[in-house]
Each structure stands twice: as C-alpha cells, then as structure tokens.
C-alpha cells in the first residue's frame, strides 16, 4: 500500500484531472525505493499508462524524483493499461 501526502489547500487546488490522477497510482518498489505507475482515464474508459515515477527519500523527506516513459511499466510487473 502507498500513501501520499498532500495539504489540504493543495488537494483543493488541483483539477478534477489532477485529483483523479492521483487517486489512480499504483505502487512497485524498485530498487528498494518507491514507484508509483500512473494512469489516466481514456474516453472508452480504459486507463491508460502514463508513465513510471520513482521517488528516492533522505530521512523523512522526499529527494528526488525521476518519471519514465509508459514503456517501462511493463519492466517493473505494471501493466500498460487497466481495465475501466
């Protein structure tokens, strides 16, 4: 399971897209680190892959953060599309 924290005032400020987006990550750890393949609705209602993020942290603070191509997910056990 992944969490992600955002701020309220954050949260509120994001589009629809933006929100929904969000809400259609999926987590694999790569490399020990982790990575979250992200997904966005198509107008037939498949989500289609988006790309690959994966977010090294120090401490209790993220620093730094790499996005790969939707081709990668395949690499790391994730789909390139899900159903609707």
């Known amino acids: ?6 701020r309220r005032a954050d949260w509120e ?7 929904q987006a969000l809400r259609e990550m999926t ?3 790569l ?3 982790p990575a979250f393949g992200t ?3 198509s107008p037939d209602g498949v989500r289609r892959g988006t790309g690959l993020f994966v977010i090294t942290c120090a401490g209790d603070r993220v620093s730094a953060m ?7 997910l395949p690499w790391f056990g ?3 599309s899900l159903p609707g």
């Open 31 to 33: 490399l020990g680190q």
């Open 66 to 72: 790499v996005r790969f191509e939707n081709s990668m």
């Open 1 to 6: 399971m992944a969490v992600i924290l955002i």
């Open 39 to 41: 997904y966005l609705h």
């Open 78 to 80: 994730l789909p390139r």
């Open 27 to 29: 987590a694999t750890p």
């Open 13 to 19: 400020a994001l589009s629809d897209a933006r929100r």
